[in-house]
């Protein structure tokens, strides 16, 4: 079996190869159809820490947001509610070391103190969204999420989270991928590993049938005629 896969090593190669292209494309693709808004339902049950959230901060001209919610992307790092009851969550603001001028209630990690969306008061920053574990926001998650469908790991609930978000349309990113992608490369893979066992197995049995008839000759070789 080794000597099989061994074998066809150079197929599965030029294989994986183009299964790699396909699911950069489509890693790319998706980051550019689906950043920011692969989103679950709003609820402040879901905050919690290590969180991917969307803050509004008070003051923050955003020009150009390519996110169904008018926020700044973090992460909940910490809580407290004894001593910051009106925002007990700490919210570490992506890229928040270059954005201090730019936004005083940062403090020098560039992180904040939010509250809910629900229970914000004036010039409270409030979360007001939260992202789904696996996004398109960043290549790394990207990679994750287009891997997961790749594989139809819980594809269709987060395929029915981003069409109640964008629309029917984006139906259309998962049925290429897992049609392309999992139907086609996926089968085209494992039909190679087993053409190359098939084919061992071939030049196996050929080798004994080799054997079995020597070992005839070499028997019949010794007897005369009679015999």
Known sequence: Q???????LGSVAALVGLIFIFLLI????????????????????????GADVFVQIPGDNLEIVPFPVQGRRGTIVASDFSNHSL?????KI???????QELPMLDASGSLW????????????AI?????RDHFDDLYHAAIATFGILTISNWNFQMYNTTYHMGIGIFLYYCLLIVVGNWMLLNLFIAILIQGFAE???KKLQGQKA?????ILEKLGGSTEEE
Request: hydrophobic content about 50%; aromatic content about 8%; some cysteine.
């Open 2 to 8: 080794i000597m099989a896969v061994v074998s066809t």
């Open 26 to 49: 489509f890693c790319i693709l998706g980051m550019n159809l689906m950043g920011g808004q692969v989103l679950l339902n709003w609820s402040a049950s879901l905050l919690e820490l």
């Open 87 to 91: 925002r007990p969550w700490k919210v």
């Open 94 to 100: 992506r890229y928040g070391e270059l954005l201090l």
């Open 114 to 125: 939010a509250q809910s969306i629900d229970s914000a008061g004036i010039n409270t920053p």
């Open 128 to 132: 007001i969204g939260v992202m789904e």
């Open 200 to 202: 061992e197995k071939q």
């Open 211 to 215: 054997l079995f008839a020597q070992k």
